[in-house]
């Protein structure tokens, strides 16, 4: 993984806006209908170029094919293992259940969305059926991107155990812990895929904060941080062997506008999530519950094996945060951490987390990008300035 050695590279969670077409595919297709292959492969095609092309223009360095070719983040999953069938009856937020009325605000913008609280649940031994369908998605990924991209460096993500336990829920398994383990175990094949191809692998587990209102609402924040600490071992099983400098963790509190009032603090969490095995942890802090966050680390330092990727860029809001915000939260970032090199610029979540559950219009998402490498140059002045001048 590079480091920002004479600049703040940027990057950012991966999820970015689909086009309608691709979209009405994609949920066509989780919906169990037979698509055209050579129809998807074109309409995947198209919608890889343009993300990639946009990337480039708003100067990210660290990019990827903004899952353009996935359903969800984590829900295209049974779509390659067996062992899933019915409905989950996944639990939401305690937010949704104080605050009907925003329930009611959500299904009223977004009305026809993929399955989200209504996917599958393991109803037998789970078990990873076909790798082709990821090799599909890198190569091409890598294809397009050697035509015309610059990245410095290219990612792919893939879900953790974790949280593909809290949305496709056990109905099989004797216990969570169970479930986990074989999780791990099947999605392994992929971590090791992406690892194999020659990209970095990011897991997303938004499972290792946002659950805590989720799921596992019932537990204390302590007994959550014991949680939190199986689920990370489950991550650690899958990726063992991968170098880890190779792989980067993201960890978030639910890419939704709402409260957030019950989310747990970073602190509370933050050493549970130095047990991964990992070179980089991705966090938000744009967020208005988490932006004060940074405090964290003078109790808990970043070790000195990890690079932070701090979210400078907010998610769910349609402004476009000014270059000089931006600018000022990595230097917040790296204060923080202590070292300039190990911060890299990146968004709090993904901006397409679902396919047609996007908060933020996708002309902005460009714009908020290029804010992200307008203000990590103006903060790379500063910070690299200070060291010509001392």
Known sequence: MILS???ILTTHVGSLPRNETLSDLLTREEAGEKIDPALMAAEKDRAVRHVVE???AAGIDVGNDGEQQRVGFQTYVPQRMAGFGGVSKRRRGREFEEFPEMMEYIKHRFPHVSKQ????????DVK????????DEIARFKRIAAESAKFSELFMTAPSPGIISSTMMNAHYDTHDAYLDALAREMRHEYLEIHK??????????DLA???TMLHRDLTDAQFAQQCEKQVAAINRGIEGIPPERVRLHVCYGNWEGPHIHDIALEKILPALYTAKVGALSIEFSNPRHAHEYAAFKRHPLPKDM???PGVVETTSNFVEHPEVVARRIEDAVAAVGDRERVIASTDCGFGTFTRREWVVEPVVWLKLQSLREGADIASARLWGKRSAA
């Open 210 to 212: 946002m659950d805590r």
């Open 307 to 309: 690079i932070l990727l």
């Open 128 to 135: 990873y059926l076909d790798i082709r369908p990821l090799q």
């Open 54 to 56: 946009k990337q480039n």
């Open 197 to 206: 191809q020659g990209l970095i692998l990011q897991i997303d587990a938004p």
């Open 117 to 124: 609280q209504n996917a599958p649940e393991a109803q037998a």
């Open 5 to 7: 050695r004479d600049r």
